[in-house]
């Protein structure tokens, strides 16, 4: 095995803000439920660090995980082990950001998505711009719902002129060609997420060179197929590592469908697979 690809996502499924579109807004864990993930999340860190293979990481978790100190911890530590080409994960900035200041960041980044309504515009802006001033990659996106469609302008003006905003298509709405038009002039990649893509049959790689892992180590192709392909911690999983086809009839998610080969989104996001930067933001 030359490179893995892992998108971790533990027990973690709190959050500060209450997004309507979402499923665990203001959803609190109890302190056992924390410190489980922090366990699991350990846990998993520390099997990272031994391995002799090089690894990415995106971290997807249901909640916020940047509001809790192990996660830090685990980008920081992370991001210093030479054969991690990157660590990433997915956060809404509603923490500071001063602790990137001791991770490696040739190595971390962030995927930053703003939700209009549950932060105040100007403080979500300064985080973005404290962390171009501290050279921390990122990538910041807005949900393409139509309410949210002069924020995301106002957020494309304001933005550094290098930072990449990504819409995504939000689930169950259909565009009108002109309103997708409004959306792609934001976004010049909005159309890739405008439809679902058909996927049964296609050949994808998760399942060979990149694999979900939940808390207890069980690893999945993906985080949309819940089919088992073994255990991350007794080595299971490596012997069904295989190049196979999507088993699902569409594929909706950026996370999910950047992996389907015919997409060739390698090349569109190539070096910024996990963190979505294309190559050319």
């Keep these: 095995m030359e490179h893995l690809t892992i ?48 690894i990415s990481v995106l971290f997807t978790p249901w909640g916020e995980g940047l509001v809790r100190s192990w996660y830090r ?20 900035l509603s923490h500071r950001v001063s602790w990137t200041s001791d991770a490696d960041l040739t190595r971390l ?3 930053a998505t703003y939700h209009p309504g549950q932060v105040p515009y100007d403080r979500f802006l300064a985080k973005c711009h404290e962390l171009d001033a501290r050279r921390v990659r ?6 393409g719902l139509p309410d949210h469609l002069e924020a995301a302008q106002r957020l494309r003006a304001d933005l550094p002129s290098g930072t990449y905003l990504w819409i995504n298509a939000a689930e169950g709405h259909t565009y009108t060609d002109a309103e997708a038009d409004d959306w792609t002039a934001i976004d010049p990649h909005f159309p ?30 993906c985080h949309f197929v819940p089919t088992v392909l073994g255990n991350l ?13 999507c088993p699902l009839d569409v594929c909706d998610c950026h996370i999910g469908y950047v992996h389907l080969e015919p997409l060739d989104l390698y090349t569109t996001f ?6 979505r930067i294309p190559a050319r933001p």
């Design 270 to 275: 190539a070096g910024g697979i996990l963190e």
């Design 7 to 54: 998108l971790y996502r533990g027990p973690l499924s709190s959050c500060d803000y209450d997004c309507p579109y979402c499923p665990f807004a203001k959803r609190r864990d109890t302190p056992a439920q924390l410190r489980a993930d922090r366990a699991a999340l350990e846990r998993f860190t520390e099997w990272v660090s031994t391995q002799d293979h090089r």
């Design 138 to 143: 990122f990538s910041v996106g807005v949900v």
């Design 233 to 245: 911690y007794d080595g299971s999983f490596r012997k069904a590592l295989a190049p196979r086809p």
């Design 192 to 221: 890739t997420s405008r439809h679902p893509h058909p996927s049964r049959g296609l050949a994808c790689r998760t399942g060979d060179t990149v694999v979900s892992v939940d808390g207890d180590g069980t690893v999945r192709r």
């Design 109 to 111: 980044a962030l995927w």
């Design 73 to 92: 911890r685990a980008l920081t530590d992370l991001s210093h082990l030479p054969h991690i080409d990157r660590v990433a994960i997915q956060t809404n």
